[in-house]
């Protein structure tokens, strides 16, 4: 399941230094806008204290962990909606992503060149949401203009489609996100076919110094306050610290250099988890002497769904499910430990997958 979170935010906010602590692949980091030119794509593993435990259970021959993709976007600039900067193709590697991690600005730095001036994160943020919106509100209104003649010829249909479309109208009119609009799930599909920009789901990332990654500072009190009302997380994080510490190979090391900061885990592993979250995934184990692996499955999944990421072949002919909890495994050791003492659960096609279930899926094709 190849989801995409893109990183955004204006020049010179962090975002490829935080990318290239994020992945492997390397985005050239400069003090100048537009240096990453090409969305950068990192595939990146997403911590998980689960495997290791059925790792030592089961002892496998291999470990294969579940991933996210992040794609670092160049940065957008005021003006990106009417082609800007580099903007009508900042804005379609946008539009391809699942979601948006959004680099804000939060530390003052004489030698980092801001574009604007001066270091307000309200005032990056605005530009940002701005700039995608008049690109959905140009969308919203074209599409307007096809419907309105079709609802004026007394559609049912089209007439319900309109409304709709006019209520997504006003709320970017006003400065609003498409993501703040109440409808129902339904009507939303009038819409669909938009790929809004402002839609889909944000986490903000707020990159601070050194010196305030544990209380946070001004700007991170700002920033909180201005996106209370969007139901957000916003996470806080030194990008140039995370940068030093994803270079550290062993991990008592790694936990050496996190407990001089005060830090029990890195911001890039809070990161990864917000985003996965974001996306409304969850995880669950298949576990034998030859792999334990990690699936990655939408929430809500039933289990002949959540099989066909295996292969579509386990979906199609499903038959039932084998599903162990975590902590039962932990407690009895061993999947026979776990059989003879009655905590396999017989799952049918209804059965709703839960995250961090241990499964196994019989099927008949």
């Known amino acids: ?34 240096c990453t030119i090409e969305p950068n794509v990192g595939v990146v593993t997403v911590p998980d204290r689960r495997l290791q435990i059925l790792e030592n259970l089961v002892s496998p021959q291999r470990v ?24 009508n193709k900042f804005l379609a590697n946008i539009r391809e992503v699942d979601a948006i991690i959004h680099v804000i600005r939060c530390f003052n730095d004489d030698n980092i060149v801001h574009v604007a001036g001066g270091v307000d994160p309200v005032f990056d943020k605005e530009v940002i949401d701005t700039e995608l919106q008049l690109k959905d509100l140009e969308s919203v209104e074209k599409k307007i203009q096809k419907v309105e003649k079709i609802a004026k010829s007394g559609d049912a249909k089209a007439r319900k489609e309109l409304e709709t ?5 006003n709320a970017l009119v006003g400065g609003k996100n498409a993501r703040a609009v109440d409808v129902e799930k339904e009507d939303l599909e009038a819409v669909r076919d938009l790929h809004l920009l402002t839609i889909k789901p ?8 050194e010196e305030s990654i544990l209380t946070g500072n001004e700007f991170v009190e ?13 996470i806080i994080l030194c990008a140039a610290l995370e940068a030093q510490i994803a270079e550290f190979e062993d991990a008592d090391e790694k936990a050496m250099f996190l407990s001089e900061y005060g830090l029990e885990e890195s911001g890039l592993n809070r990161l990864i988890a917000g985003a996965y979250s974001l996306l409304n995934l969850i995880t669950y184990f298949t576990a034998g002497v030859q792999e334990v692996r990690a699936w990655t499955i939408k929430k809500g999944w039933k289990a002949p ?13 499903f038959i039932k499910a084998e599903v162990i909890k ?11 430990a776990c059989r003879e003492n009655g905590k396999i659960a017989i799952e049918g096609k209804e059965y709703i997958v839960q995250d961090g279930d241990i499964m196994h899926f019989r099927f008949n094709v």
């Open 165 to 169: 479309l006019m209520l997504f109208k």
């Open 305 to 317: 769904q959540a099989a066909g990421v295996i292969h579509t072949d386990f979906e199609r002919g």
């Open 222 to 234: 700002k920033l909180k306050e201005d996106v209370k009302e969007e139901n957000a997380e916003v």
């Open 326 to 336: 975590l902590p039962e495994y932990e407690k009895f050791k061993t999947e026979a």
């Open 1 to 34: 399941m190849a989801l995409q979170c893109g990183i955004v935010g204006l020049p010179n906010v962090g975002k490829s230094t935080l990318f290239n602590a994020l992945s492997s692949a390397k985005a050239e980091a400069a003090n100048f806008p537009f």
């Open 64 to 87: 294969l962990p579940t991933v996210i993709e992040f794609v670092d976007i160049a940065g957008l600039v005021k003006g990106a909606s009417k082609g800007e900067g580099l903007g």
């Open 202 to 209: 944000v986490l903000y990332v707020a990159n601070v110094d």
